[in-house]
Nanobody
Framework: QVQLVESGGGSVQAGGSLRVSCGAI????????MGWFRQAPGKQREGVAA?????????YYSDSVKGRFTISQDNAKNLLYLQMNHLKPEDTAMYYC??????????????????WGQGIQVTVSS
């Protein structure tokens, strides 16, 4: 089994930056696909960014965050990051870390991920 734990959320003014982190605990070997999703009140959970952790694979970004957010990993520490720059009020949401063992990653498709963190709040004020 795998446990995912997010950290680093918080509140920031529009235009600011935040970085959220996700630590993977347990059987993390071959966790090939990891990503970030978010869910705002009254809205469906949507994919934000995802990557193939084995190196050289595709990276996914939703159109709404492309050019502002960057997903990255630290394999030695089993950490996944989401650097969020030029934040907007519409980025306000619970942010969730997700992971799966698939060899073909699901990008922003939430049904393609088996493991989820508990979520962390990111609030952007105008």
């Amino acid at each position: 089994q795998v446990q995912l734990v997010e950290s680093g959320g918080g509140s920031v003014q529009a235009g600011g930056s935040l970085r959220v982190s996700c630590g993977a605990i347990g059987y993390t070997w071959s966790l090939n696909c990891m990503g970030w999703f978010r869910q705002a009140p009254g809205k469906q959970r949507e994919g934000v960014a995802a990557m193939y952790t084995g190196g050289g694979g595709d990276t996914y970004y939703s159109d709404s965050v492309k050019g502002r957010f960057t997903i990255s990993q630290d394999n030695a520490k089993n950490l996944l990051y989401l650097q969020m720059n030029h934040l907007k009020p519409e980025d306000t949401a619970m942010y969730y870390c997700a992971a799966d063992y698939r060899t073909r990653c699901g990008g922003g498709q939430k049904e393609k991920y088996d493991f989820w963190g508990q979520g962390i709040q990111v609030t952007v004020s105008s």
